[in-house]
């Protein structure tokens, strides 16, 4: 089955330290990964992808993702933590599909940083 | 924002009521989804769009109806609901439906069902 794993419900890091959001993946053919945000009462925010390339990935924020094929993992990170970056964080993988594509998201990962 | 709307922001609605959700999008993208997001949930496709063209139903149950006039106006028409149908709904759009092209989402319209 196609799938996308996000292990931790809650991830807590202190303002200031980095933080690292977990995400292991389940696919056939090349994974395409993606990291969302959603702050409370808001639609999902794009943050990053990887699609082919370098496999330390940029996105928005501050914010960068680090693919990994051997261990089938895409990990967001971000070096400083902000309050602000206290939200909900989804994990998607492509899953190809006998009709096309659909994004299949992980069950999300709340991040608290605390000040 | 994300350049995709959706109105109203919030609905409660009984279980005989009719209802419509609206999204629209002014990327100029050619696909329009539907998802669902409950609590503790991850969040579930209901519907795919392409060119005004229904690509997907992912199961969803008839009191759910979709329209999709055009490329940038889709439609959730909601009767008879359930209460276990209270839940975000999220409206997103893409350029293609290529496995990497990147949807963007609406606010979403909290749904409640009474």
């Known amino acids: 089955a196609q799938s996308v794993a996000q292990p931790e419900d809650q991830v807590n890091v202190a303002e200031g330290n980095p933080l690292t959001v977990k995400c292991t993946y389940s696919v056939s053919g090349n994974p395409y990964l993606f990291w969302y945000v959603q702050y409370p009462n808001r639609g999902l925010q794009f943050l990053l992808k990887?699609?082919?390339?370098?496999?330390l990935v940029k996105g928005s924020y501050g914010f960068e993702a680090e693919f990994n094929k051997s261990q089938t993992s895409f990990h967001l990170k971000k070096p400083s933590a902000l309050v602000s970056d206290s939200a909900l964080y989804f994990c998607a993988v492509r899953a190809v599909m006998e009709y096309g594509n659909k994004l299949v998201f992980g069950a999300g990962t709340i991040l608290r940083v605390k000040s | 924002e994300t350049g995709v709307t959706q109105t109203p922001r919030h609905l409660v609605m009984g279980m005989t009521n009719k209802k419509s959700l609206k999204c629209e999008q002014h990327l100029g993208h050619n696909a329009m989804y539907w998802y669902k997001q409950s609590a503790k949930k991850p969040l579930e496709l209901m519907f795919v769009y392409n060119f005004k063209e229904q690509t997907e139903n992912n199961s969803v149950p008839s009191r759910f109806s979709p329209e999709c006039p055009n490329s940038s106006h889709l439609f959730l028409h909601l009767h008879t609901l359930q209460p276990e149908d209270s839940a975000l709904y999220l409206c997103a759009s893409s350029r293609g439906t290529g496995g990497e092209e990147t949807q963007y989402f609406g606010p979403g319209t909290r749904l409640l069902v009474l």
């Open positions: 990887y699609i082919t390339g370098d496999n």
